[in-house]
């Protein structure tokens, strides 16, 4: 069982930055590969970012790439989102998620971070 905390959303101008956090609980956070999504109100849940339990091969999402970096901590069970050149359109409710296999459905999530992004 893993449980997932976000921390670090906030309200932040277009074109700052902010970092996300997502502390896992138990030992075994290490063998878990992390993603983070969002979603806005009426609209399904997307994918941002995702990345390896190792830490060595990340994912991104198009309209992300280039200004969002995914990274973990394996010795602080944390996984960090950080968030450049932020748009308008980047605000969401953003949630972590974990899974034991680098596809597939991720197994556990987080309660969801708020981002808002203004113009």
């Known amino acids: 069982q893993v449980q997932l905390v976000e921390s670090g959303g906030g309200l932040v101008q277009a074109g700052g930055s902010l970092r996300l956090s997502c502390a896992a609980s138990?030992?075994?956070?290490?063998?878990?590969?992390m993603g983070w999504f969002r979603q806005t109100p009426g609209k399904e849940r997307e994918f941002v970012a995702a990345?390896?339990?190792?830490?060595?091969?990340?994912w991104y999402a198009d309209s992300v790439k280039g200004r969002f970096t995914i990274s973990r901590d394996n010795a602080k069970n944390t996984v960090y989102l950080q968030m450049n050149s932020v748009k308008p359109e980047d605000t969401a409710v953003y949630y972590c998620?974990?899974?034991?296999?680098?596809?597939?459905?991720?197994?556990?999530w987080g309660q969801g971070a708020q981002v808002t992004v203004s113009s």
């Open positions: 990345i390896r339990w190792s830490g060595d091969r990340t």
């Open positions: 998620a974990a899974r034991l296999a680098d596809f597939g459905p991720y197994e556990y």
């Open positions: 138990g030992r075994t956070f290490s063998r878990y590969a």
